[in-house]
C-alpha cells in the first residue's frame, strides 16, 4: 500500500528536484556541491565557499518575519595555551564589546534588540558559536555589525578589564552546580597532556591581567592565531532571494582574514593506558544517587553515515521490555538511564552510561554494574543486527522527510556548528543520518565498551573521599579498578530477562495527508456533555501526517491544598512509570507522550504521527483505568520525587528566587518543604483513595489538531468516556494570582544557600486588560537592553542580569532579576531604581516607534510548525479566549499606544504607584535592602494579606 500510495509522486518528485537543481547550478560554480532538503521543506539553499575559504550556507524564505544568522568557530576551550585556562570563553565575550566599525560596547545589542531581535554566543571544547535573529528586513545592518566580530575587534582595555569580572560571575554562579563540579573532578583524573583537562570557564585568577602576562595581548595573539576564515562556518538565513543573500554576505564576510591555519588531530589518549579501569567516587552537592560507566571509543564523526554511535545508544538506552532498565527496575535498583556519546574530540569519543540509582541499587553497586556488562555482553554475542539498524533507519528517514521548521536562530546555530563535519551534500540530514550499514564498525565499537576500558564513576554524599578537585572543590576519590573488583563487576548475573529490543509496533505506515473541503480556520467545539467536550481542527498548512491530541482531565481535588498537588505529582510519575516500556518505543517511532499535574487537574499529550495514536491512546487509557501501583514501585517513585525536591537548593539561584516569586503570586503553588511534608505523609492506601476521589469528579476536555478527520472525534470521545463517572461534576474552583495594590511595596527575603546575592523585584501592572498587557509588555520591550548594558556591561554587577515581562496566568507584570558575587543586595535594588528612573528621559519618539513595531513584529510572528499553532489553540482554550484572537487583540493594543500614553502609564504604575513584590536572597554579604517596603515572613503570607486576580 504504502509503495504504490507514494512511488509515483516520489517519481514525479524526483525529476522536478533534478531539473530545479540544474537550473539552479546554471548560476553556481561547477564544483560546489548543494545540500539534499527534506521534500517537506520550502526554504530554498544554497551553498558556496568565498575567496578567503568561509563556507557558508544561505537560507531563502521569502515569508520570514525573523532573519537569523549563526558563525561557528573551530576553536573552543580545548585550545587554551597553558597557563590561561578560560581564555576562549573570555575572548567570546570580549566580541560583543565593541569593533572598529561600531566602537560603541552596546551598539550591537541595541540594534539587534530594537528591531525585535536576540542574541548569544557559546564556547564548548571544540567550537564557539556566534548567533542572532532579528526583524527580517534589518538583516543588512545586523550582519555588517555582526560581520565586523571576525575582521576588527576592539578587545578595548577598558571592558577587558570588565569583563573579567562577568567571567568570573558566571564561574561563581557554577560552584554549585553538579554538572560543572563533576566536570571539574572529570578533567583532574584526565591525561594532563590531553587538551580537554583544562579548565574551561575561566576565573579572575587564570585571567589575571600582569605586567609579564598582559591578558589583552593574550586576547589578541588568540585571536590571530585561531579566528581564521578557513575555521569558520556561517548560515545566513532571510527573506531575501539566494542572489539577494549572496550579494549581501560576500563583501561583508570575503574581509575576514583566512590565516591558513590547519586543523590536526589530537594524539593524546584522554585517559593513559596504565589508568583504566578506574573507580570515581565523587560527593555531589545534589541528593544524587548516580552510576555513571565511559568508555573512551574511536572518534566516528568522519562515519555519520554509518552512525554506530547512534545504533549503540538506541539498545542500551531503551526502556522497553528486555532493556537494560527494565531489569534494573525490576530488581529495584534503578529509576533511569541514558546512554550515548556526549564528550567528542578529533581522534576520540567517550560512550557513557548514566544510571539513577535507588537506595538498594546504590547499596548493590556491583549487581547493577554485572546488569549492565552483561547487557553489552548481550550485544557482542547477538552481533549488529541489519533489522534493528534498518529500523533506526526507517525513523531517521521519515524524520528527515516531514522535517518541520524550527526557530531560526536555533536551526543556523546548529547548522553551523554540524558544516565542520558533515559533506556539503549532507548539511541538512547529517546528524540524524544512518543510511550505511557498517557492521565492521559496530563491532569495533561494541570491543571498546568492556570493564577494561571502563571508567566508574559513583556519586552520593556517603562514597569515601580523600582530595578535593582544583577549580570547585569537589571532595572526591579515585582508584585504579582491582582484578577482584573487576571480577565482581563481570561475575555471571543468573537468570533475567535482558534481550534485543522487539520489532516496534509503533512506526508510521500510512503517512497520507487527510483533506476535507470545508475546513475550518481553527478548532471547532464539535462535541460537549456534562463532562466532556472535544474540539477538532484540521491542519491545512503544514502538510505533515502528524497531529496533537491533548486531553486536559480537571477535578476540584487538584490544587486546593499541597497533600492534593503532591499526590497528583506522584500519581502522574507512577502512571508514567507503569506505562514506560510500551510507551518508549513510540517515542522512538515519533509519538511524543506525556501525563503531568497542572494547577486544576491532569493532562494528557499524545503528539507525532497520527498512524498509530490511536493504538496509543487506547493502550494509555485502559492503563490509567486499570492503573495498580506496587509498593516498591510506590515507595522508589515517592523517594526519587522527595529527593527531587531537596534538590531544588541546588538550582540556580536567580531560578530558585523566581520560583519563590512565583509561589507568592500564584495560589495554588507550594514550595518544596510542604510538598516533601506532604509526599512523605501519604501512604499508597491514601493515593489510591485520592484517585478515586479525582476521577470521581473529573470532567475532560479535548483538542484534536492536525492531520486527522472529523469521525475521530467520535472514537476519542467514547474512549475518554470510559475514565469519566456519570452526573454532573462538581464546580471547579477557579485559578487565583495575588493582586497588589497601588502604592503596595512587601519585602520577601528568601533563603538561597549560595555565596552569591540574588534580586528578584516584581513590579505588577495596574490590571489585566489588553491595554495593561500592551502596556507591560512594551515597557519591557523598552527597559531589557539599557538594563542589561547598563547594569550588566557598564555596572558588571552580575553575570545574570535581566529584565522582562513576566505574565502570571493573564496577569501582566515585569521583572527585574540580578544574581551578583560581588554586590550586596541593597546596591543592586538602588542600581535597579536609578536605572528606572532615567527611561523616560532616555526614549525619544523614533526610539519609541521602532521598539513598538518591534513588539507588535514579536506577537504576530506566524507559527513555524504544527506544535507551535497547536500549543497556541491550546492555551487558549484553556484561556477560555475560544475567538483565538488574542495575539490581534494584544497587537492592536501596543499598536495603538503613543509614546504620551505609555510615558502617563509607566510614570504612574511602574515609578509612582508601585504595585511591588520584591525578593531578595542576600547571600554571603547577608545584607537586606532598607526600605522599598514590608517585610513578609513567606508566600503564603504574601497571599493571605493581599487580594486576588480570578481567572475564570
Given at each position: ?24 547550478c ?6 560546489q ?16 565557499t ?5 563556507e ?12 537569523a544568522?549563526a558563525?561557528?568557530?573551530?576553536v573552543?576551550?580545548?585550545?587554551n595555551?597553558?597557563?590561561r ?9 570580549m566580541?560583543f564589546?565593541?569593533?572598529?566599525k ?9 540594534y ?7 542574541h548569544n ?6 567550537h564557539?558559536?556566534?548567533f542572532?535573529?532579528i526583524?527580517?528586513a ?9 560581520a565586523?566580530f ?9 571592558y577587558v578589564?570588565?569583563e573579567?569580572?562577568?567571567v568570573?560571575?558566571e ?8 554538572s ?7 578533567q ?15 576565573s ?21 592565531q ?8 556561517l548560515?545566513?538565513f ?7 543573500l ?7 564576510f ?10 590536526t ?11 583504566l579501569?578506574?573507580?570515581?567516587q ?10 555513571e ?15 554506530p554511535?547512534?545504533y ?7 526502556e ?5 532498565l ?11 538511564l541514558?546512554?550515548?556519546?556526549g564528550?567528542g574530540?578529533r581522534?576520540?569519543?567517550l560512550?557513557s552510561i548514566?544510571?539513577?540509582?535507588t ?14 556488562f552483561a547487557y ?6 547477538e552481533?549488529?543486527?541489519?533489522w ?10 521519515l ?11 536555533n536551526?543556523?546555530?546548529?547548522l553551523?556548528s ?5 559533506a556539503?551534500e ?7 543520518l ?6 565492521a ?7 571498546s565498551?568492556?570493564?577494561?576500558n ?10 569515601p573521599?580523600?582530595?578535593?578537585s582544583?577549580h ?6 579515585v582508584?585504579?579498578?582491582s582484578?577482584?573488583l573487576?571480577?565482581?563487576?563481570t561475575?555471571?548475573?543468573g537468570?533475567?530477562a ?8 509503533f ?8 483533506s476535507?473541503?470545508?475546513?475550518a ?8 456533555t456534562a ?16 497531529g496533537?491530541?491533548?486531553i486536559?482531565?480537571?477535578?476540584p481535588?487538584?490544587?486546593?491544598t499541597?497533600?492534593q498537588a ?6 502522574t ?6 506505562v ?7 517515542l ?10 497542572h494547577a486544576?487537574?491532569?493532562?494528557l ?8 495514536q490511536?493504538?496509543?491512546?487506547d493502550?494509555?487509557l485502559?492503563?490509567?483505568d ?5 509498593d516498591?514501585?510506590?515507595n ?10 531537596k534538590?531544588?537548593?541546588a538550582k540556580?539561584?536567580s531560578?530558585?528566587?523566581i ?12 514550595g ?19 484517585v ?39 464546580a ?14 512587601l ?6 544557600p549560595?555565596d552569591?546575592?540574588?534580586v ?15 502596556a507591560t509588555?512594551?515597557?519591557?520591550h523598552v ?8 547594569l550588566r556591561t557598564?555596572q558588571?554587577l ?6 522582562f515581562?513576566w505574565?502570571?496566568l493573564?496577569?501582566p ?5 540580578i ?10 535594588v ?13 526614549l ?6 521602532r521598539?513598538?513595531?518591534s513588539l507588535?513584529?514579536e ?7 504544527l ?6 489553540y491550546?492555551?487558549?482554550i484553556a ?11 494584544l497587537a ?7 509614546l ?11 515609578m509612582?504607584q508601585?504595585?511591588s ?13 532598607g526600605g ?11 497571599k ?5 486576580y480570578?481567572i475564570?
Amino acid at each position: 500500500m504504502q509503495a504504490t500510495r507514494f512511488g509515483r509522486w516520489h517519481r514525479s518528485l524526483a525529476l522536478f528536484t533534478v531539473l530545479a537543481l540544474l537550473a539552479a547550478c546554471a548560476s553556481l560554480p561547477p564544483a560546489q556541491p548543494q545540500p539534499v532538503k527534506s521534500p517537506n521543506d520550502d526554504y530554498a539553499y544554497r551553498y558556496l565557499t568565498l575567496p578567503n575559504q568561509l563556507e557558508v550556507l544561505l537560507i531563502s524564505d521569502p515569508d520570514a518575519p525573523k532573519a537569523a544568522a549563526a558563525l561557528d568557530v573551530l576553536v573552543g576551550s580545548g585550545d587554551n595555551p597553558p597557563g590561561r585556562e578560560g581564555l576562549a570563553h573570555f575572548l567570546e565575550h570580549m566580541l560583543f564589546l565593541g569593533t572598529d566599525k561600531y566602537p560603541e560596547a552596546g551598539d550591537y545589542q541595541q540594534y539587534i534588540d530594537q528591531h525585535g531581535g536576540s542574541h548569544n554566543a557559546y564556547t564548548s571544547f571544540e567550537h564557539t558559536n556566534y548567533f542572532f535573529d532579528i526583524q527580517a528586513a534589518y538583516l543588512p545592518g545586523a550582519l555588517d555589525r555582526f560581520a565586523q566580530f571576525f575582521i576588527a575587534p576592539r578587545f578595548d582595555a577598558v571592558y577587558v578589564e570588565r569583563e573579567m569580572n562577568a567571567v568570573e560571575a558566571e564561574y561563581q554562579m557554577g560552584l554549585r552546580s553538579d554538572s560543572r563540579r563533576g566536570l571539574d573532578v572529570l578533567q583532574d583524573v584526565m591525561n594532563p597532556a590531553h587538551p580537554f583537562s583544562q579548565f574551561t570557564v575561566g576565573s579572575l585568577q587564570t585571567l589575571a591581567d600582569t605586567p609579564e602576562q598582559p591578558i589583552r595581548e593574550d586576547l589578541l595573539r588568540f585571536y590571530e592565531q585561531h579566528y581564521s576564515a578557513d575555521k569558520m562556518r556561517l548560515v545566513v538565513f532571510g527573506a531575501e532571494s539566494l542572489e539577494q543573500l549572496e550579494a549581501l554576505v560576500t563583501p561583508l564576510f570575503s574581509a575576514v582574514p583566512n590565516r591558513e591555519v590547519v586543523v590536526t588531530d589530537i594524539p593524546e589518549p584522554l585517559f593513559t593506558p596504565e589508568s583504566l579501569p578506574m573507580l570515581l567516587q565523587v560527593q555531589p552537592q545534589a541528593t544524587l544517587r548516580q552510576l555513571e560507566v565511559s568508555f573512551p571509543v574511536a572518534d566516528y564523526r568522519t562515519d555519520y553515515r554509518s552512525n554506530p554511535l547512534a545504533y549503540l545508544g538506541n539498545l542500551v538506552g531503551h526502556e522497553g521490555a528486555g532493556s537494560l532498565l527494565s531489569q534494573l527496575k525490576a530488581e529495584g535498583l534503578a529509576e533511569t538511564l541514558a546512554a550515548g556519546s556526549g564528550l567528542g574530540w578529533r581522534g576520540g569519543a567517550l560512550f557513557s552510561i548514566s544510571i539513577g540509582l535507588t537506595e538498594a541499587g546504590l547499596a548493590g553497586q556491583d549487581r547493577v554494574l554485572q546488569l549492565l556488562f552483561a547487557y553489552l555482553d548481550l550485544l557482542r554475542a547477538e552481533g549488529p543486527q541489519q533489522w534493528l539498524y534498518d529500523e533506526q533507519s526507517r525513523l531517521a528517514d521519515l524524520q528527515f522527510r516531514f522535517r518541520e521548521q524550527a526557530n531560526p536562530v536555533n536551526y543556523v546555530s546548529a547548522l553551523a556548528s554540524g558544516m565542520h563535519d558533515y559533506a556539503p551534500e549532507d548539511i541538512l540530514r547529517g546528524g540524524s543520518l544512518m543510511s550505511e550499514y557498517a557492521p565492521a564498525l559496530i563491532e569495533e565499537l561494541l570491543a571498546s565498551v568492556v570493564p577494561e576500558n571502563a571508567l566508574v564513576t559513583i556519586s552520593h554524599a556517603s562514597v569515601p573521599v580523600d582530595r578535593v578537585s582544583p577549580h570547585y572543590e569537589v571532595p572526591y576519590s579515585v582508584q585504579t579498578v582491582s582484578a577482584e573488583l573487576l571480577a565482581r563487576w563481570t561475575a555471571p548475573v543468573g537468570d533475567t530477562a535482558l534481550a534485543l529490543p522487539a520489532p516496534n509496533e509503533f512506526i508510521a505506515e500510512d503517512v497520507t495527508l487527510v483533506s476535507e473541503d470545508p475546513v475550518a480556520q481553527a478548532p471547532e467545539r464539535t462535541l460537549e456533555t456534562a463532562r466532556q467536550t472535544v474540539w477538532f481542527g484540521q491542519d491545512t498548512e503544514f502538510g505533515v501526517p502528524r497531529g496533537a491530541l491533548y486531553i486536559n482531565f480537571r477535578s476540584p481535588h487538584v490544587g486546593e491544598t499541597p497533600e492534593q498537588a503532591a499526590a497528583a505529582l506522584l500519581y502522574t510519575a507512577l502512571l508514567k512509570d507503569a506505562v514506560n516500556e510500551f510507551t518508549y518505543p513510540a517515542l522512538l517511532a515519533g509519538l511524543n507522550f506525556d501525563v503531568y499535574k497542572h494547577a486544576q487537574g491532569i493532562s494528557l499529550r499524545i503528539s507525532g504521527y497520527d498512524d498509530k495514536q490511536q493504538r496509543l491512546l487506547d493502550r494509555l487509557l485502559v492503563a490509567i483505568d486499570e492503573a495498580s501501583f506496587s509498593d516498591q514501585r510506590f515507595n522508589n517513585i515517592r523517594a526519587d520525587m522527595v529527593r527531587g525536591l531537596k534538590n531544588a537548593v541546588a538550582k540556580r539561584p536567580s531560578s530558585q528566587v523566581i520560583d519563590d516569586a512565583r509561589e507568592a503570586l500564584l495560589h495554588g503553588e507550594w514550595g518544596e518543604q510542604p510538598l516533601i511534608d506532604a509526599l512523605e505523609a501519604i501512604s499508597l492506601s491514601g493515593l489510591n483513595a485520592w484517585v478515586r476521589d479525582f476521577w470521581g469528579e473529573a470532567t475532560a476536555e479535548t483538542l484534536l489538531y492536525g492531520n486527522y478527520t472529523a469521525d475521530k472525534v467520535q472514537a476519542v470521545a467514547e474512549r475518554v468516556n470510559t475514565l469519566l463517572a456519570p452526573g454532573e461534576p462538581l464546580a471547579m474552583p477557579p485559578l487565583q494570582v495575588t493582586r497588589l495594590e497601588p502604592g503596595t511595596a512587601l519585602k520577601y527575603v528568601v533563603e538561597v544557600p549560595h555565596d552569591d546575592a540574588v534580586v528578584g523585584w516584581y513590579l505588577q501592572a495596574a490590571g489585566d486588560t489588553w491595554s495593561d498587557r500592551a502596556a507591560t509588555a512594551l515597557t519591557a520591550h523598552v527597559i531589557k537592553t539599557g538594563f542589561y548594558q547598563q547594569l550588566r556591561t557598564e555596572q558588571q554587577l552580575g553575570y545574570v542580569v535581566s529584565a522582562f515581562a513576566w505574565p502570571q496566568l493573564d496577569v501582566p507584570g515585569l521583572m527585574m532579576l540580578i544574581q551578583s558575587p560581588n554586590t550586596p543586595a541593597p546596591a543592586i535594588v538602588e542600581a535597579m531604581d536609578r536605572y528606572l528612573d532615567g527611561v523616560d528621559a532616555s526614549l525619544d519618539e523614533a526610539q519609541f516607534l521602532r521598539y513598538r513595531d518591534s513588539l507588535v513584529g514579536e506577537i504576530l510572528r506566524p507559527d513555524k510548525n504544527l506544535w507551535e499553532r497547536a500549543e497556541f489553540y491550546w492555551q487558549s482554550i484553556a484561556k477560555r479566549e475560544t475567538a483565538f484572537d488574542s495575539r490581534q487583540q494584544l497587537a492592536e493594543a501596543v499598536q495603538s499606544m503613543a509614546l504620551d500614553d505609555w510615558r502617563r502609564y509607566f510614570d504612574a504604575v511602574f515609578m509612582q504607584q508601585r504595585r511591588s513584590l520584591l525578593v531578595v536572597a542576600p547571600g554571603k554579604a547577608a545584607a537586606v535592602p532598607g526600605g522599598y517596603g514590608e517585610s513578609v515572613e513567606s508566600a503564603a503570607a504574601v497571599k493571605a494579606r493581599m487580594g486576588v486576580y480570578t481567572i475564570q
